[in-house]
């Protein structure tokens, strides 16, 4: 089954053709002609993901998924939530998140977090939402070399190692975006 991932994000895009294995041919935003920048201008992850979605399905006729995701961090509300790619500003940099971020929690306690990826599938021109949440922490500073985003400061409950220390399958099974793509996952494959 051909579908499209509506991203040209590199990483996420090797993450999602991992998971989805062999079963599906996943095609990036660029392999079906689109070089626009996708809108994001709801104030959820759920609505994000499905503007998304959404787009890429109307202007092109493809059937697709789009994925949005936040760091929620307790200490701060709920921040940076939606607005984590550009939580220091519009250049989307994840090292000056990953500092303000870190600058923020400098005199915190609680460095509770939790990753949340919300998936929309339109398929047919139906839509159906997947989430995924992994619960953990914020380390005190960076480590680890692999991953994207926060990764290198974002420690799973239940681990010693950052996501950015992990190897990509071990990553996939506990992560946000794991787990939100392994229900997608079983929902395809009942069709």
Known sequence: MKICFATNNANKLKEIRQLLGSHFEVQSLKDIGCEQELPENQDTLEGNSAEKARFVYDDYGIDCFADDTGLEVKALNGEPGVYSARYAGPQRSSEDNMQRLLEALKDKDDRTAQFRTVITLILSGEQHQFEGIVSGRISEGKSGSEGFGYDPIFVPDGYTQSFAEMDMATKN????????????VAFLKQI
Do not use: V
């Open 173 to 184: 099974k506990i992560s946000h975006r794991g787990l939100a793509t392994k229900k997608l």
